[in-house]
């Protein structure tokens, strides 16, 4: 493979073949020019550039070291999840995590009001979020909000594989966000969001939505519905309100069964109060 150009000292663009692709690596181009053949144990990997032109835009416009930063906190990601992570989590997160350094030099901090829901829903991409900031003080001396380790953690989820949509999976973890807090409302209480109760409570929320999403039931014995309908009068009717709001504001009807097991995961958790 020669180099065709030079995006930067961690990047070029290079002719393999009929092909043109982007070769990314530490020092990849270092002390290199234009027609040079590249070092193969140098690149750790490699785009089609008809594929990826916002990518090539992307590494000529930022620092290197957001690449390189964001590049070790995919390997890192990769290493924790045991599994490779969609090729488009490069452009995605190196173009986020940049300009949120760039914010961040500014003063300007966004915030995360999913923060808690993904800390939750999410805990193993969220912890690499976390390493993700400390990583990016580390390296580069910029000390990003933690809101921004929730923002890595839905990249990192949605690129996995059957990860999902960014923009769906902002969307359930919403949606869940108002189920909790329309419960909490009902119920006029606030929940410990630190119990192994609340936890399963969300969880189940957002396997419920994934289950209507995919047209999927939640099995539960009719005889064992009628029992918590009258053993948990106050919790079911809880859960009612609760499903008759998401059916009005965001268009999702919840089945009877889905009802009995989320009025299971109120009583547990109003053990707690």
């Known amino acids: 493979m020669r180099i065709t150009k030079i995006l930067n000292n961690n990047a070029v663009i ?8 982007i070769a990314i690596g530490a020092g990849v181009a270092f002390n290199k020019k234009k027609k040079d053949i590249v070092n193969p144990t140098k690149i750790e990997k490699l785009f089609v550039v008809k594929e990826n032109e916002k ?6 416009r930022i620092p290197e070291e957001h690449l390189l930063t964001s590049e070790e906190i995919i390997a890192y990601a990769e290493q924790q ?28 901090h966004l915030q995360n009001k999913l923060l808690q829901e993904i800390k939750i829903m999410y805990r193993e991409e969220f912890n690499i979020g ?13 000390e990003l909000p933690i809101d921004e380790a929730a923002f890595i953690a839905l990249h990192v989820h949605t690129m996995k594989i059957k990860g999902g949509d960014l923009h769906e999976t902002v969307r359930q973890t919403a949606i869940v966000k108002d189920m909790i807090e329309a419960i909490q409302h009902d119920l006029d209480i606030t929940f410990d969001e630190n119990t192994l109760a609340f936890e399963r ?7 419920a939505l994934n289950r209507v999403n995919h047209c999927e039931t939640h099995s539960l014995d009719q005889e064992m519905l009628a029992m918590i309908k009258k053993k948990f009068k ?10 008759k709001k998401i059916a009005a504001n965001h268009g999702i009807e919840l089945p009877p069964e889905e009802l009995g097991y ?12």
């Open 262 to 273: 989320i009025t299971l995961h109120i009583e547990r958790l109003k053990k707690y109060q």
């Open 81 to 108: 999840l045991g599994t490779k992570l969609n090729e488009h989590i490069l452009l995605a997160l190196t173009d986020h995590l940049s300009f949120a350094i760039e914010r961040t030099k500014e003063g300007i």
């Open 234 to 243: 106050r919790s079911y009717r809880c859960s009612v309100n609760v499903a």
């Open 130 to 142: 976390l390493w993700a900031i400390n990583h990016v003080k580390d390296k580069l001396h910029i």
């Open 201 to 207: 409570l969300m969880t189940h929320l957002r396997f």
């Open 55 to 60: 990518l090539q835009e992307l590494i000529m």
């Open 14 to 21: 290079v002719s393999d073949g009929k092909q043109e692709k």
